[in-house]
């Protein structure tokens, strides 16, 4: 699609009367509706490789309100998608017309009931929360998708999810009791067995076919997931319509509540991980696993884990969970595999299953760093053949230049894979299209499903007469209409799909402003996965996405940002480029942490996207004057310390100082120490040769001296001499963070000017730098904005955090013991960025017990001083970091490297966070004392 074209779909939504659709459904429902640009952009994709362009969203409060909904939509004519976590991989959770977002007020537990081991749930009801709440009774919820921590039940019901355990406990459709929901006509039903809630004409129509559905379908599949399950219909089978609805993708009814099975947890739950040469042999081995009783057999090769670490030898291996060490040991007796590995440590079986839960992300990334996608996710075959379907569908990917990385639930028979299509350019995509239709027939050939798990979607549903025949899929589309006569719900899903190799959601990506382009693409490595979306007890350690955890609003997470990104390159929902409101809004409360830098499966690094969106948003001369105040006072903060130093703090004393400086008056203002760290290493004498170049940034200098003198004196305790810049340095952090690239250049190719690490002057010193954003930026956006000057990615190689130096430069250094537990945070930006093992070990080394929070702390540089952040800096704060220091035994000292932590931490509570450098300088000064 060109740029700034329409949709064609569009023409069948009424898009022309949009603003009475919207009048219509206001005076109609007591839930949200929202048809803005930013509303639209944010649901024009899903995790797939397709894009709608929906005419509007509704957030629907009750199931009255979903049928209001659909009432008013019928009455224009405009069709409905129900949308949950947004993770669907077929294209189902895009529309054109009316998007049911069923997430902000219909994602509830109604009951839970142990006895019965049942739960009634609400469709937007996000998996990891009805697993929490099961827990405390020894049960669970048995399908679990890699996506658990957000993905709803809904969802997994439209789409028959299946997940890792369903080896043991099936798919969802095994474990769903009745369904309530409404049609698209506003017809109520209760969906059993026994034909319960069946709509007019459906036994009817069940009877004429008995034949072919008694013969239509593949045996021994247990993921069979493709198409409408109307075998499920059959009198032998108990005529069980909740369980044919199951995996319709929407395209029948609207879900309003679910009454699902739980089951029992297991009781001791052991990892076992089996080495295998290769993934043909793993997978050939996991058929004969079965009878083990294993709870999971998930199968990955060496390409997606090439480091393996923690791994058994092997080019591929099974995870396979079974309940208690006895069955671990039967099981390993019975394997005939090269190595394994027998976890019993919940810590250790969770990080290897976190290489597993990554996968889906991980694998859209080539180790040469070329891009890869969905489009062939997950075909399944009976599991005695999946062996043998491996070794033709490598070569099947090398016949057409092709590669991909398969892994899944092998003793299902599943696989995923994520190709590196070209999906760019017309001929990338008739390949992708000839390949498609080449895989089916292998899948076909092999008596397999083409779809295992994620449903047909727009992605297979063309391909399914090559699986069930013209006569099946017809049926198919019969059963559709006796549900949905009208054809409102979800078209063009499942039956009469358009292409598979149209709706691409590359379409589009550009035009003229090659820099828009250039991050429309950055932006479209996004797939959809939303693990930035994680929050409550499922969030864990990780950063991603501070403003999501604490707004919980999708243009808020970095998926969000991406898809408003992606849009905005588009042109057709976002129309006004750089200069667009609905980009910097959600923009704003992005703080810029980095964290979707590192937990991102993808690496989306929407820091850098905001900084390039507020360069170019600011340009040129009005730009200018638009910019917020903040920008000038808090992005210049380096300048105007070295141009006034102390004689800021009588200027931050007056009355409209915060007004005067556009910061909020919430906050008090930091104060510029009486003498910086940089003068006080002037006036001391060492004739130590020095060993390292220590960084005086501007926090350090200007601010917290004291950590400085900290580092100075652990470093020479260390036998390390110390030497500082010979000139006035700055890494351009705050003209970065506040979309000031120009500057940011100018500044560091002034510093680069000071400090080269190959000049002769500096003897190619290693660069320590206390302050881990400033070390951060040193390392990753120093190199990226001056990729010409070899001096910048020197620079970058050169420069080690404080604990990595005393690791690397003084190996034999024992730090003085302290013996107490710590609390506190680790710096996001170490966090993603430099990484906290050598930290761990120092800690470790002085008798520093506990771990440190996840998260952020919320004030992240000029995020938390600028008006309108200050809740939500809070909130930030509130999610890992104050409970983390609640929770600490009183003796337990506060770290926080970073000044901007140790600020918040001052401004909301009564305790003092200190960077580790203090610490060990306060002990080896207590050593010295007692001596």
Same mark, same amino acid.
Request: aromatic share 6%; proline share 7%.
């Given at each position: 699609?060109?740029?700034?074209?329409?949709?064609?779909?569009?023409?069948?939504?009424?898009?022309?009367?949009?603003?009475?659709?919207?009048?219509?459904?206001?005076?109609?429902?007591?839930?949200?509706?929202?048809?803005?640009?930013?509303?639209?952009?944010?649901?024009?994709?899903?995790? %797939?490789?397709?894009?709608?362009?929906?005419?509007?969203?509704?957030?629907?409060?009750?199931?009255?309100?979903?049928?209001?909904?659909?009432?008013?939509?019928?009455?224009?004519?405009?069709?409905?998608?129900?949308?949950?976590?947004?993770?669907?991989?077929?294209?189902?959770?895009?529309?054109?017309?009316?998007?049911?977002?069923?997430?902000?007020?219909?994602?509830?537990?109604?009951?839970?009931?142990?006895?019965?081991?049942?739960?009634?749930?609400?469709?937007?009801?996000?998996?990891?929360?009805?697993?929490?709440?099961?827990?405390?009774?020894?049960?669970?919820?048995?399908?679990?998708?890699?996506?658990?921590?957000?993905?709803?039940?809904?969802?997994?019901?439209?789409?028959?999810?299946?997940?890792?355990?369903?080896?043991?406990?099936?798919?969802?459709?095994?474990?769903?009791?009745?369904?309530?929901?409404?049609?698209? #006509?506003?017809?109520?039903?209760?969906?059993?067995?026994?034909?319960?809630?069946?709509?007019?004409?459906?036994?009817?129509?069940?009877?004429?076919?008995?034949?072919?559905? #008694?013969?239509?379908?593949?045996?021994?599949?247990?993921?069979?997931? %493709?198409?409408?399950?109307?075998?499920?219909?059959?009198?032998?089978?108990?005529?069980?319509?909740?369980? %044919?609805?199951?995996?319709?993708?929407?395209?029948?009814?609207?879900?309003?509540?679910?009454?699902?099975?739980?089951?029992?947890?297991?009781?001791?739950?052991?990892?076992?991980?089996?080495?295998?040469?290769?993934?043909?042999?793993?997978?050939?081995?996991?058929?004969?696993?079965?009878?083990?009783?294993?709870?999971?057999?998930?199968?990955?090769?060496?390409?997606?884990?090439?480091?393996?670490?923690?791994?058994?030898?092997?080019?591929?291996?099974? =995870?396979?969970?079974?309940?208690?060490?006895?069955?671990?040991?039967?099981?390993?007796?019975?394997?005939?595999?090269? /190595?394994?590995?027998?976890? *019993?440590?919940?810590?250790?079986?969770?990080?290897?299953?976190?290489?597993?839960?990554?996968?889906?992300?991980?694998?859209?990334?080539?180790?040469?760093?070329?891009?890869?996608?969905?489009?062939?996710? /997950?075909?399944?075959?009976?599991?005695?053949?999946?062996?043998?379907?491996?070794?033709?569908?490598?070569?099947?990917?090398?016949?057409?230049?092709?590669?991909?990385?398969?892994?899944?639930?092998?003793?299902?028979?599943?696989?995923?894979?994520?190709?590196?299509?070209?999906?760019?350019?017309?001929?990338?995509?008739?390949?992708?299209?000839?390949?498609?239709?080449?895989?089916?027939?292998?899948?076909?050939?092999?008596?397999?499903?083409?779809?295992?798990?994620?449903?047909?979607?727009?992605?297979?549903?063309?391909?399914?007469?090559?699986?069930?025949?013209?006569?099946?899929?017809?049926?198919?589309?019969?059963?559709?209409?006796?549900?949905?006569?009208?054809?409102?719900?979800?078209?063009?899903?499942?039956?009469?799909?358009?292409?598979?190799?149209?709706?691409?959601? =590359?379409?589009?990506?550009?035009?003229?402003?090659?820099?828009?382009?250039?991050?429309?693409?950055?932006?479209?490595?996004?797939?959809?996965?939303?693990?930035?979306?994680?929050?409550?007890?499922?969030?864990?350690?990780?950063?991603?996405?501070?403003?999501?955890?604490?707004?919980?609003?999708?243009?808020? %997470?970095?998926?969000?940002?991406?898809?408003?990104?992606?849009?905005?390159?588009?042109?057709?929902?976002?129309? /006004?480029?750089?200069?667009?409101?609905?980009?910097?809004?959600?923009?704003?409360?992005?703080?810029?942490?980095?964290?979707?830098?590192?937990?991102?499966?993808?690496?989306?690094?929407?820091?850098?996207?905001?900084?390039?969106?507020?360069?170019?948003?600011?340009?040129?001369?009005?730009?200018?004057?638009? #910019?917020?105040?903040?920008?000038?006072?808090?992005?210049?903060?380096?300048?105007?310390?070295?141009?006034?130093?102390?004689?800021?703090?009588?200027?931050?004393?007056?009355?409209?100082?915060?007004?005067?400086?556009?910061?909020?008056?919430?906050?008090?203002?930091?104060?510029?120490?009486?003498?910086?760290?940089?003068?006080?290493?002037?006036?001391?004498?060492?004739?130590?040769?020095?060993?390292?170049?220590?960084?005086?940034?501007?926090?350090?200098?200007?601010?917290?001296?004291?950590?400085?003198?900290?580092?100075?004196?652990?470093?020479?305790?260390?036998?390390?001499?110390?030497?500082?810049?010979?000139?006035?340095?700055?890494?351009?952090?705050?003209?970065?963070?506040?979309?000031?690239?120009?500057?940011?250049?100018?500044?560091?190719?002034?510093?680069?000017?000071?400090?080269?690490?190959?000049?002769?002057?500096?003897?190619?010193?290693?660069?320590?730098?206390?302050?881990?954003?400033?070390?951060?930026?040193?390392?990753?956006?120093?190199?990226?904005?001056?990729?010409? /000057?070899?001096?910048?990615?020197?620079?970058?190689?050169?420069?080690?955090? =404080?604990?990595?130096?005393?690791?690397?430069?003084?190996?034999?250094?024992?730090?003085?013991?302290?013996?107490?537990?710590?609390?506190?945070?680790?710096?996001?930006?170490?966090?993603?960025?430099?990484?906290?093992?050598?930290?761990?070990?120092? *800690?470790?080394?002085?008798?520093?017990?506990?771990?440190?929070?996840?998260?952020?702390?919320?004030?992240?540089?000029?995020?938390? =001083?600028?008006?309108?952040?200050?809740?939500?800096?809070?909130?930030?704060?509130?999610?890992?970091?104050?409970?983390?220091?609640?929770?600490?035994?009183?003796?337990?000292?506060?770290?926080?490297?970073?000044?901007?932590?140790?600020?918040?931490?001052?401004?909301?509570?009564?305790?003092?966070?200190?960077?580790?450098?203090?610490?060990?300088?306060?002990?080896?000064?207590?050593?010295?004392?007692? #001596?």
């Amino acid at each position: 699609m060109r740029r700034g074209t329409r949709d064609p779909g569009l023409v069948g939504t009424h898009q022309e009367h949009a603003s009475e659709l919207a009048a219509a459904l206001r005076s109609a429902v007591a839930g949200e509706v929202d048809f803005s640009a930013t509303a639209r952009a944010l649901t024009t994709m899903d995790a %797939s490789n397709y894009r709608r362009v929906p005419a509007g969203t509704v957030a629907p409060r009750d199931a009255a309100d979903v049928a209001a909904a659909l009432e008013v939509c019928r009455a224009h004519g405009t069709p409905v998608v129900a949308r949950g976590g947004g993770t669907s991989i077929g294209g189902q959770a895009t529309g054109t017309g009316v998007v049911l977002d069923l997430t902000r007020h219909m994602g509830g537990i109604v009951s839970l009931d142990p006895e019965e081991r049942t739960a009634v749930v609400g469709p937007g009801l996000v998996l990891d929360r009805l697993r929490a709440a099961a827990r405390p009774y020894g049960l669970t919820f048995g399908p679990d998708p890699s996506t658990h921590s957000r993905c709803t039940l809904g969802g997994m019901i439209g789409n028959n999810a299946c997940g890792a355990h369903s080896v043991a406990w099936g798919t969802t459709a095994d474990n769903v009791r009745s369904l309530d929901v409404v049609t698209y #006509r506003g017809a109520e039903l209760t969906l059993g067995r026994e034909g319960r809630g069946a709509p007019p004409g459906l036994r009817e129509l069940v009877g004429k076919n008995l034949a072919l559905l #008694r013969t239509g379908y593949p045996e021994g599949l247990p993921r069979r997931i %493709s198409g409408y399950a109307l075998d499920a219909l059959l009198p032998e089978r108990g005529v069980d319509v909740v369980r %044919s609805f199951c995996g319709s993708e929407g395209t029948l009814g609207v879900i309003t509540e679910a009454t699902v099975r739980l089951v029992p947890l297991p009781a001791e739950p052991v990892l076992v991980v089996l080495g295998y040469a290769d993934e043909g042999a793993a997978a050939d081995a996991a058929p004969g696993l079965l009878p083990y009783g294993p709870l999971t057999v998930e199968g990955m090769a060496a390409d997606l884990v090439p480091d393996a670490v923690g791994l058994p030898r092997g080019g591929a291996w099974l =995870f396979v969970e079974v309940d208690g060490p006895d069955a671990a040991r039967r099981l390993v007796r019975a394997a005939d595999a090269l /190595d394994a590995a027998v976890v *019993r440590d919940p810590a250790g079986q969770r990080a290897l299953w976190r290489i597993r839960e990554d996968a889906a992300g991980t694998a859209t990334r080539a180790l040469d760093g070329g891009e890869a996608w969905p489009g062939w996710e /997950d075909c399944a075959v009976p599991p005695a053949r999946l062996g043998a379907y491996l070794r033709e569908f490598r070569p099947l990917l090398a016949e057409f230049g092709l590669r991909g990385i398969p892994y899944g639930h092998f003793g299902d028979g599943c696989v995923h894979v994520r190709i590196d299509f070209d999906l760019w350019t017309e001929q990338g995509v008739r390949h992708f299209r000839r390949f498609s239709e080449a895989v089916a027939d292998l899948v076909v050939a092999h008596g397999g499903s083409l779809s295992g798990e994620h449903g047909d979607g727009r992605a297979r549903a063309e391909l399914l007469p090559r699986m069930y025949g013209e006569e099946l899929v017809g049926l198919f589309g019969a059963v559709k209409d006796v549900w949905d006569p009208d054809g409102g719900l979800n078209p063009g899903m499942l039956v009469r799909p358009g292409r598979l190799d149209e709706g691409l959601r =590359f379409e589009g990506l550009s035009g003229t402003d090659l820099p828009l382009v250039g991050v429309g693409r950055a932006a479209a490595r996004c797939v959809g996965v939303a693990k930035c979306r994680v929050e409550g007890p499922s969030s864990g350690p990780g950063v991603m996405c501070p403003s999501y955890r604490a707004t919980g609003e999708e243009r808020h %997470s970095t998926r969000g940002r991406a898809r408003l990104l992606h849009e905005m390159a588009i042109g057709e929902v976002i129309t /006004d480029g750089w200069r667009s409101e609905e980009v910097r809004e959600a923009l704003d409360l992005c703080l810029s942490c980095k964290g979707c830098r590192s937990d991102c499966p993808v690496g989306v690094d929407m820091a850098a996207y905001k900084a390039q969106f507020l360069d170019r948003h600011y340009a040129g001369p009005l730009g200018l004057l638009r #910019r917020p105040r903040s920008h000038w006072t808090m992005g210049w903060l380096p300048h105007w310390l070295d141009v006034f130093g102390r004689g800021l703090n009588a200027a931050m004393r007056l009355p409209f100082a915060a007004r005067l400086a556009g910061v909020t008056p919430e906050r008090a203002l930091p104060r510029v120490a009486e003498a910086s760290f940089t003068s006080w290493f002037a006036e001391r004498a060492s004739d130590r040769p020095p060993a390292l170049t220590l960084w005086p940034d501007t926090f350090t200098d200007h601010l917290s001296p004291e950590v400085g003198r900290a580092a100075v004196r652990v470093l020479e305790d260390a036998g390390l001499g110390v030497r500082l810049p010979e000139g006035r340095v700055c890494c351009g952090l705050t003209y970065v963070s506040t979309g000031q690239l120009g500057a940011a250049r100018r500044v560091m190719r002034r510093t680069l000017d000071v400090v080269d690490p190959s000049d002769s002057s500096s003897g190619g010193l290693p660069v320590v730098v206390l302050e881990p954003s400033c070390a951060a930026t040193l390392r990753t956006d120093l190199p990226e904005l001056l990729p010409d /000057d070899p001096r910048a990615a020197r620079l970058a190689t050169s420069v080690r955090t =404080f604990a990595e130096a005393l690791e690397e430069l003084a190996p034999d250094w024992a730090p003085p013991r302290l013996d107490r537990p710590v609390t506190g945070q680790t710096h996001c930006h170490q966090h993603a960025v430099l990484g906290d093992a050598a930290d761990r070990r120092l *800690r470790a080394r002085a008798g520093l017990t506990g771990d440190l929070a996840g998260g952020c702390c919320g004030l992240a540089g000029n995020f938390g =001083f600028e008006p309108g952040h200050y809740e939500v800096s809070v909130a930030c704060a509130g999610d890992q970091l104050l409970p983390a220091l609640r929770d600490a035994p009183p003796e337990a000292a506060v770290l926080a490297d970073g000044f901007s932590c140790r600020t918040q931490i001052a401004d909301l509570t009564d305790g003092r966070g200190r960077h580790v450098a203090e610490l060990l300088a306060e002990g080896l000064e207590e050593e010295a004392a007692a #001596r």
